[in-house]
């Protein structure tokens, strides 16, 4: 099977060849190349050609044009800060909306003419034309808390949670309508699954998740898989108490950091979840020795049973030994009998 069939069938409830391998590389990446994370993250042919080199070194079967979260902000007019090899951040102080009267006057920006958003776009674009035959191409949208995050600071955001429940659901409803513009520009270029980013919701307490977080990542989930794409939802952290709710979004793929016990998620949500991760990105994957990370992605499978994809717990980071990196590859390739305990 190619890394295209392999994703495919697993998303349509077949057994695979093996498992898919789909990590987050993105400084990884650029270093995979020797460039700049600026240029990673301000020229999408500098993006595709590393996604389509590391991919292709490591047998990964998706290419993914996840770079950062400040691209809609930056394309609103928020503060971004940038950086030479990191990824430009938002600059809370500054936040756009630090000023709620604001939102009022916030506009919808054109995913197709704003430079940021439509520099993804094209990123999508080239990807399926280099890859797509061979490998599913992932674009990316920011989920309705970490957008609003962005966009209004993350302290004030929580707060808000308190003080302006109705403001907390505008913010949240502007930041659902402008991802489902940008997922579908990028459907269109053809992303065939598209990741969610929502790490803030992973700051929120059950309850709020529950009342006001979920209903708008099934908005944004329900609206994507309407236009034909697949969603994998990320939410980096402690999720282990959001659990019954991230399954009741509808993503096909949820990924699990390395806070999130496997585990009790299988338990969770059930056999037919697809779940990915756990594995620390860090201690283990960078810090570790190929055979350290073969011994975590075993138990992770053994955890998680068949219906499971190799990838760490978030963003394989710079640094990350080759030898490490094939090793998970690795186990992806030649671990598909291994039986949950």
Known sequence: MTGRERVEALLRGEEPDRLPFMPITMMRAAQHIGVRYRDYVTDYRV???????IAEAFGIDHVSVISDPAREVSDLGGAVEWFDDQPPAVIEERALLADKTRFRDLRLPDSHSSP???DRVEGVRLLRRRAG?????????EGPCAMSA??????RLMLDFFDDADFVRELFAFSVEMELATARAQVEAGADLIGVGDAAASLVGPQFYMDFVLPEER???DGIRHLGACVRLHICGRTRKLYRGMVQ???EIIDLDSLAPLREARDEMGPGQILLGNVNPVRIVRDGTPESVIAAFAECHRDAGPRY?????????????????????????????????
Do not use: F
Not at 47 to 53: C, M, N, S
């Open 219 to 221: 908005r944004l989930i």
């Open 309 to 341: 994809i190799v990838g760490a717990g978030c963003e394989i980071p710079p640094g990350t030994p080759d030898a490490n990196l094939d090793a998970a590859g690795g186990y992806a390739r030649g671990s598909h009998t291994i039986e949950r305990k």
């Open 150 to 155: 962005d966009l209004r600071g993350v302290n």
């Open 47 to 53: 993006l595709a050609e590393a996604q389509v080199r």
């Open 116 to 118: 940021r958003m439509s």
């Open 249 to 251: 979004t509808g993503a």
């Open 133 to 141: 035959g061979e490998r599913i191409v992932e674009g990316w949208v």
